[in-house]
């Protein structure tokens, strides 16, 4: 494991532990103003440090390479959905102990990671020149399924609380999720050991995590609880980025050395 | 050259003038490197083959000549206007071109006095016509049937040279014993166009490009896994096939055409990895690779890349 990768872990540990601290002083007292100011820093720091190490990672790779395409890919997914953390963050700051409205600006630059990410599944995918096997076919599409009829479920009952745009947001959130979903897993049934398998798996069990995040948030915010998740919840997403930004020195480590 | 209906005018020695029509289908014509005209037409003696061997010359299409065989003796050689021993000298020091075989029975006596031609030949030959063709001092030399010879220098030179080469040396490693330079290679070159010793790179150049291609097919393992090194070596052979048709597979490509059929196995591996796995790490894993034989073996590989 590369200087860079041990950084990165260290450093996730460090904040995700000082949301911990916060979190657990703060919770259900006057103070949590700054556990909130602390998590929309975190998530801002954390989506924008694993878009540059993405970035970064494109640059050690030759002009026309599928992989660096993919790479970019979820760097400029990574940048929209800072920009929509950015936009949440100024929203807490100025409207202090009130939630961010839903659907808001924000959710424009969350809604838009999900298509990058999957572009750049698929061009990873295209890259290696190798087919998705067919039990991996069978499994996305039954994991898509049952994504899609699950959230579906779930959210069916508050689509009448909700308004027009809401719904429309909530279905969005829905339908990509489930493609992530479903492209994760067939991305995984391409990676069959070498070393260039295990960034890509890291990025894969974070993407699933910010899978199940914003699932779970996506619920919550409907039943009007978006606090239900507790830290736990919290801390998906800036755990989800910082699997990706460490998939990414993993990559260019193994790029470099090569 | 195409494929097809071509009509050859010979004059004959036995005949006054003949028009052969040949017909062929299906055959290709391929490239020969780093194999002399005498040497292809040593191994057709050999293989007892009837037919017409056409010869492209270098890369001039015009360039073309063509030696009539029955049952493994030479019935007639054709280059521009050239008679048959004329034609020969003319052409049998060429290491160059593409051949094409099309087997036939021709109802014609063989040409007389081969082996006095052959010999006049070696007579007018310099021993540096080696050094036109370097690579074939890495060529493996196996012995074919023995049959009579005629008594001669050459004869005698090359039957000592076939107890050296016992069951099979590389070129460069077979002892000259008592014979001197010029002996060696009179005796060499005229166990080869009598078809008694087949040269083949298989036991040096086709060893040296599959450890290339092993050795790279082991890092794409490393580097992008085994499905990836499955689906490379599965490619890179379809590839081979495509271009080669009659190389088949796990065994050693045809003699005959020399160098070439390892030229385009070396290619292939380098231009496969195009289609196969992760540019970048495919582009490094090659160099790392390449970087890892000696200058010598380098030397070789990177002259079939070109």
């Not at chain 1, 995984?188 to 779970?216: C, E, H, K, M, N």
């Not at chain 1, 919550?220 to 699997?243: S, V």
């Not at chain 2, 004329?86 to 094409?100: C, D, P, R, T, V």
């Amino acid at each position: 494991m590369s200087k860079d990768s041990r950084l990165v872990i260290a450093s996730w540990i460090i904040l995700c532990v000082i949301a911990v601290i916060l979190w657990v002083l703060t919770v259900n007292s006057q103070q949590d103003v700054f556990y909130t100011y602390y998590f929309s820093v975190f998530q801002l720091l954390t989506s924008v440090g694993a878009a540059v190490l993405c970035y970064r990672t494109t640059l050690v790779l030759e002009a026309g390479d599928k992989t660096r395409t993919a790479w970019g890919f979820l760097s400029m997914g990574l940048w929209f959905w800072s920009v929509g953390a950015l936009l949440e963050g100024l929203y807490t700051i100025l409207h202090p102990g009130m939630d961010v409205p839903f659907p808001w600006y924000a959710d424009i630059g969350f809604l838009l990671l999900i298509p990058f990410v999957v572009l750049a599944l698929l061009t990873f995918k295209k890259g290696q020149n190798v087919g998705i096997p067919r039990w991996g076919l069978v499994t996305a599409t039954v994991m898509f399924l049952c994504a899609f009829s699950l959230a579906l479920q779930l959210n069916f009952e508050v689509f009448e609380d909700l308004s027009s745009i809401a719904i429309i947001i909530t279905v969005a959130y829905i339908i990509l999720d489930s493609i992530l979903l479903a492209m994760i897993v067939a991305v995984a049934s391409t990676l069959a050991g070498g070393l260039i398998s295990r960034p890509w798996q890291v990025a894969l069990v974070g993407w699933f995590i910010f899978y199940l995040g914003d699932v779970s948030y996506t619920f919550f915010r409907n039943i009007d609880r978006p606090d239900a998740g507790g830290i736990l919840l919290d801390l998906t997403w800036p755990i989800a980025f910082g699997l990706i930004a460490l998939a990414a020195t993993l990559a260019r480590g193994i790029y470099k050395s090569a | 050259m195409e494929q097809g209906w071509y009509s050859i005018c010979a004059t004959d020695s036995l005949n006054d003038k003949l028009l052969w029509q040949v017909h062929h289908h299906g055959n290709q014509a391929m490239p020969f490197k780093d194999i002399f005209v005498i040497q292809i037409l040593g191994m057709l003696i050999a293989r007892k083959f009837s037919g017409i061997a056409s010869l492209v010359i270098g890369n001039n299409s015009d360039n073309v000549a063509s030696i009539w065989f029955e049952s493994g003796m030479v019935v007639k050689v054709r280059y521009s206007n050239f008679p048959d021993i004329q034609a020969l000298k003319a052409i049998a020091w060429e290491n160059n071109g593409s051949l094409e075989l099309s087997s036939q029975v021709f109802p014609l006596n063989p040409l007389e006095h081969y082996s006095l031609i052959v010999e006049k030949l070696l007579k007018d030959t310099p021993i540096s016509i080696i050094d036109t063709c370097p690579m074939l001092m890495n060529s493996f030399i196996t012995r074919a049937k023995l049959k009579p010879l005629k008594n001669s220098p050459s004869s005698l030179a090359g039957l000592s040279l076939l107890a050296q080469i016992g069951s099979g040396s590389q070129l460069t490693n077979i002892q000259k014993g008592n014979l001197s330079e010029t002996e060696f290679w009179d005796g060499f070159w005229y166990l080869t166009c009598h078809g008694l010793v087949i040269n083949s790179y298989a036991k040096s150049i086709g060893v040296l490009i599959q450890q290339f291609q092993d050795s790279l097919t082991e890092k794409m393992n490393t580097l992008m896994g085994y499905h990836i090194a499955q689906v490379y070596t599965e490619k890179l052979w379809q590839n081979i096939q495509h271009r080669w048709p009659d190389w088949e597979k796990g065994k050693e490509p045809d003699p005959i055409y020399g160098t070439s059929p390892y030229k385009l196995w070396a290619q292939m591996v380098r231009e496969t990895t195009k289609q196969v796995g992760t540019q970048t790490l495919q582009k490094r894993g090659f160099e790392s690779v390449l970087s890892a034989f000696s200058s010598e073996d380098l030397s070789v590989i990177n002259n079939f890349l070109i």
